[in-house]
């Protein structure tokens, strides 16, 4: 039974004849898996929690940035540099108290999405790349989990129900990974603020749909939208039986490797740093956008977008080390695998983690330390 401050907080939903009491019983005792607390995983946390279902799994390995502010609005200054699963949970806990959250500062990996995906009824996917899309699917695939999925690009949204009650799986319309030039890359090309706001909100009412049996539910169905004409679209799609068995035992594993990192080799900031002292220090390359460089930079490098890299490969030495950087080194990787596999450079290395973990290993190294 709902206790009388349930009953008081979740009165709107009690007047509701499609979810009253039990319906909101079903939310209280349900349990939600959100992959990833950004743009999207922000406000579907935000209305899953204030809509009362019981336990909220948080799955996400990155700290929050003072770029995530303009769309990521669980988080403030204040949480500048904290893990953002910790912090997303602590919004939740304001939001409300009654919720129930469990934490994972990770990412989903071949290694940890079982136990992830097993332990929750509702799977919803917050994440911006092709791998983590692929592996949660079959996932849930193996697990028989329904999978509310989300994409935004620029000022365009997606949002569609996989594995529903028998009905298609992400991989029936999508079979196959794109390759890592065709993958967008929402950190080099920027997003609308309020997209993923309104994508992350989508994902969250159908979550709430299948967690209360109501309505219509997105499955077999894409809903699209673009922000800058308001105008929405519906693709209808069928169920695939090939791509619909595909599951963790049998599909390819090479589908969740990082396809922006095939044959690519990383170098550390540790090290980078003990080069940068030698008396050979590697060529460094930027392939941020140019409003990123300026904001700040590895000293000495070379800015060359990934979007012009076909136009400048001329400047990148073949002959001397070049260590290849960008934000947390996604599209550094790009960079990397494409001057290797169309240009034949073979001195390349990527930087781990990007300018982000260069900053990091600053602001440690630069931080005052208590006397002995």
């Not at 509310?148 to 000022?155: D, H, L, N």
């Not at 967008?184 to 909100?201: K, R, Y």
């Not at 460089?293 to 000495?300: F, R």
């Amino acid at each position: 039974m709902l206790t009388s401050e349930e009953r008081q907080i979740y009165r709107r939903h009690l007047q509701l004849p499609e979810i009253g009491e039990a319906g909101q019983l079903r939310l209280k005792n349900a349990r939600v898996l959100v992959v990833g607390a950004g743009g999207l995983g922000c406000p579907i946390l935000q209305y899953l929690a204030a809509a009362g279902v019981g336990t909220l799994g948080i799955a996400d390995a990155d700290t929050v940035d003072r770029s995530n502010l303009q769309r990521q609005i669980l988080y403030g200054p204040a949480d500048l540099g904290q893990p953002k699963a910790e912090a997303a949970a602590r919004a939740v806990k304001r939001i409300n108290p009654l919720v129930h959250t469990e934490v994972f500062r990770c990412r989903a990996t071949l290694g940890n999405v079982r136990e992830l995906v097993s332990k929750y009824d509702v799977v919803v996917d917050g994440s911006d790349n092709f791998p983590t899309r692929y592996l949660l699917n079959d996932a849930c695939v193996s697990f028989n989990r329904p999978l509310i999925s989300g994409a935004i690009y620029k000022f365009e949204g997606q949002v569609s129900v996989f594995n529903y009650q028998g009905g298609p799986t992400y991989r029936c319309l999508f079979p196959q990974p794109p390759s890592s030039a065709e993958a967008p890359n929402c950190d080099a090309t920027g997003v609308l603020g309020v997209l993923p706001g309104l994508v992350g909100m989508a994902q969250a009412t159908e979550a709430l749909k299948v967690v209360l049996g109501i309505g219509e539910v997105l499955s077999g169905r894409l809903w699209l939208f673009d922000a800058l004409t308001f105008q929405t679209r519906t693709l209808k799609f069928a169920r695939q039986p090939e791509q619909a068995a595909i599951n963790l035992t049998n599909a390819n594993p090479q589908d969740y490797a990082d396809l922006c990192a095939v044959g690519v080799t990383s170098i550390s900031v540790a090290e980078l740093q003990q080069q940068l002292e030698s008396d050979f220090p590697p060529f460094l390359l930027d392939v941020r956008e140019a409003h990123e460089y300026a904001a700040g930079h590895l000293p000495g490098a070379t800015l060359l977008p990934l979007s012009n890299l076909d136009k400048g490969v001329a400047a990148v030495p073949k002959q001397h080390p070049v260590v290849v950087y960008c934000r947390s080194g996604s599209r550094s990787a790009q960079a990397v695998e494409r001057l290797q596999t169309q240009y034949g450079f073979a001195n390349l290395l990527n930087l781990d983690g990007g300018f982000l973990a260069w900053q990091e290993a600053l602001n440690v190294a630069n931080a005052p330390h208590s006397p002995a």
